[in-house]
């Protein structure tokens, strides 16, 4: 009797750790197809904008899971290669994609950059995903008639295709050097901070409270 007491027990403890990891296995996912400047690079990951963004979500009880599939150093077509997987694993409700820095400094062709943006912007509507396009700069030495082609780019894509633009996403961080990493390319953990700030005024038209 007490031999089967205890494994009753154990199965009880067992199932309730189960249910207990599997809390947030049913919530809409939030996914974030980015670069170095989503992946962190050079900050603590849980002071990263992703990670904030997480915590946000919870605070405001949002019942999201945020899973981010950043890659320093990614480019357009990288994210075009990956994201077909990341949408059949992950199932998103929403996709923020935040590329195409790397294409820009890269000095590629702005209707190659173009044709990628809008491939991925069309397999996650394929999957019916809600999306944010993080919109970028480059800076004035690459001549302005390419720089602003490349600035227009992104509030281009976002009218056409009727999805959320997150405004030159570097734009208040880069000019003030204090939410600068030495490097002077990456966001430090107030940037950070700042580039939350400015993912989640838009973010905030597309989540649904599930409570």
């Not at 296995?25 to 900050?43: F, H």
């Not at 981010?68 to 150093?73: K, L, Q, R, V, W």
């Not at 302005?144 to 570097?170: D, G, H, V, W």
Request: charged content about 20%; some cysteine.
């Amino acid at each position: 009797m007490k031999c089967r007491l205890f494994s009753f027990i154990v199965l009880a403890l067992f199932a309730t750790a189960n249910d207990a990891d599997d809390s947030g296995a049913n919530n809409p996912c939030i996914l974030i197809v980015g670069d170095s400047l989503s992946a962190g690079l050079g900050v603590e990951y849980q002071k990263t904008w992703p990670k904030l963004l997480e915590d946000k979500i919870k605070e405001e009880g949002y019942n999201y899971s945020v899973v981010n599939a950043s890659i320093s150093g990614d480019t357009t077509s990288g994210g075009v290669e990956r994201l077909p997987e990341l949408l059949v694993e992950h199932q998103p409700a929403i996709v923020i994609i935040e590329l195409g820095g790397n294409d820009g400094l890269r000095g590629l062709p702005i209707t190659t950059i173009k044709n990628n943006l809008i491939m991925m912007i069309e397999q996650a509507q394929s999957r019916r995903a809600d999306i944010l396009l993080a919109g970028m700069q480059l800076p004035p030495n690459y001549g302005s008639t390419y720089t602003e082609s490349f600035a227009a780019l992104f509030p281009e894509l976002a009218t056409k295709y009727n999805i959320e633009l997150i405004p030159r996403i570097m734009q208040e961080v880069a000019l003030d050097g204090s939410l600068m990493q030495n490097d002077g390319i990456h966001p430090n953990t107030e940037g950070q901070q700042i580039i939350l700030q400015l993912v989640w005024q838009p973010l905030q038209s597309v989540l649904y409270n599930s409570n």
